[in-house]
């Protein structure tokens, strides 16, 4: 256990050109500039960087994993047998009839000094289609990412409690990513291609050697992302198995965010200023990356607009500015429980103010709030007041 001292300088951070590849946070040349340039390739490859580790203290010695385990056991649910596949999904008329899905979260009127100024109810209806197959992809390649990560979990975290609740959330991200595929597949009509900013990202996790760090860009940064972002879908759409499909993920992921926070909570109470600076580097650049992926480039492309044309205009757009700071509303407090936020001199606060988000802070975290998302309950809303 190391101790901290107080009166030690904290440690320097690293710029945005080191963490991300570029000075301005907001440097749109440089995020459009990452495209992925394999789109023709089956599988991906990396190197995962970790021991296996054994352990042999079979003890029950955290009460609050095994008590998650116990939860994930009872929890499970059949995603072949318990969505009604023969639901008949009319895309034009589910994207035209679900609030603001529409126009994927703009507002039209916003564009008539811009190439869309042409554009009537046909494009717009056109664009919502595209956005939401592509939002779905990402998920898609986002629920691989978080059952090879914990897969990876399983292996690498030495304590015995975590590796088999470990194992139920590799078995729950099967059936998510089971359920997704098909979704896309057989109601939507294929997938988009993974996009850049959240290959980066997934990359980067499980290329880390350091067990923690799995669970801190995984359970905490992509999952705490997802559950807002499902949660936001589950509530503004109107379209019954894709409603009923993200609640019974959203039962899942809950449980593994609180894994996250859970864990990471007695390993970061003990670790020093420097090991700290570390994690919140890390964080925030998941942050980024993920904020990065929803300029959704590769939807603007298939719409046949140059990204370059419009999104300046987009990241100024009201309302779409408000579900990009939601996106964040799990993320923020469980960071803060965390010590993320305040560690050396308040570093991730001042990234999470630049970006927008420091607003969430006081909201419930997800290490108590997780039992409130199991069937049968009354889940929280996404959206206060929605
Ligand atoms: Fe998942
Ligand atoms: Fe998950």
Same mark, same amino acid.
């Given at each position: 256990m190391t101790t901290i001292d107080p009166h030690r300088p904290a440690p320097s951070h690293a710029d945005n050109e080191t963490l991300l590849g570029r000075a301005d946070l907001n440097d749109l040349e440089a995020i459009l500039a990452?495209?992925?340039?394999?789109?023709? @390739?089956?599988t991906h490859a990396v190197k995962d960087n970790a021991d296996a580790i054994f352990t042999w203290?079979?003890?029950?010695?955290r009460p609050a994993l095994r008590k998650l385990y116990e939860k994930a056991k009872t929890g499970q649910w059949n995603g072949s047998t318990d969505l009604d596949w023969n639901t008949e999904v009319d895309i034009e008329k589910v994207v035209s009839g679900d609030q603001v899905a529409i126009a994927a979260g703009l507002?039209?009127?916003?564009?008539?000094?811009?190439?869309?100024?042409?554009?009537?109810q046909k494009e717009w209806l056109d664009y919502g289609i595209q956005n939401r197959r592509w939002t779905l992809s990402q998920f898609l390649h986002g629920e691989q990412g978080a059952l090879l990560c914990t897969a990876k979990i399983t292996e690498t975290v030495p304590w015995y409690d975590a590796k088999l609740y470990a194992a139920t959330q590799v078995v729950d991200e099967a059936r998510h990513v089971e359920v997704f595929g098909r979704y896309i597949d057989e109601k939507m009509g294929g997938a988009y291609q993974v996009n850049a900013h959240l290959r980066m990202l997934l990359d980067d996790i499980v290329a880390d050697s350091r067990w923690d760090m799995t669970y801190l860009g995984m359970q905490v940064m992509v999952e705490g992302l997802a559950l807002a972002a499902f949660g936001f879908m589950h509530q503004l759409t109107e379209e019954p198995l894709l409603k009923k499909l993200l609640r019974y993920v959203m039962s899942d992921e809950a449980r593994h965010v609180a894994f996250g926070v859970l864990s990471l909570k007695e390993v970061y109470d003990q670790m020093t200023d420097a090991e700290m600076a570390e994690r919140q580097e890390f964080a925030y650049e998941a942050a980024v990356r993920m904020r990065d992926r929803f300029m959704s480039q590769e939807v603007w492309e298939r719409m046949g607009v140059n990204p370059r044309d419009v999104l300046p205009i987009v990241l100024k757009d009201p309302t779409r500015d408000l579900f990009q700071q939601m996106l964040f509303s799990k993320i923020v407090p469980n960071c803060k429980k965390l010590g993320l936020l305040d560690r050396n001199d308040q570093w991730l606060r001042r990234r999470f103010e630049e970006m927008g988000?420091?607003?969430? @802070?006081?909201?419930?975290?997800t290490g108590s709030e997780y039992?409130?998302? @199991?069937?049968g309950s009354e889940m929280p809303a996404a959206i206060p007041g929605g």
């Open positions: 990452i495209t992925n340039t394999d789109v023709d @390739e089956v203290d079979y003890s029950l010695s507002d039209p009127t916003h564009y008539d000094d811009t190439v869309l100024k042409h554009w009537g988000v420091i607003q969430f @802070e006081d909201w419930e975290d039992a409130a998302f @199991e069937l």
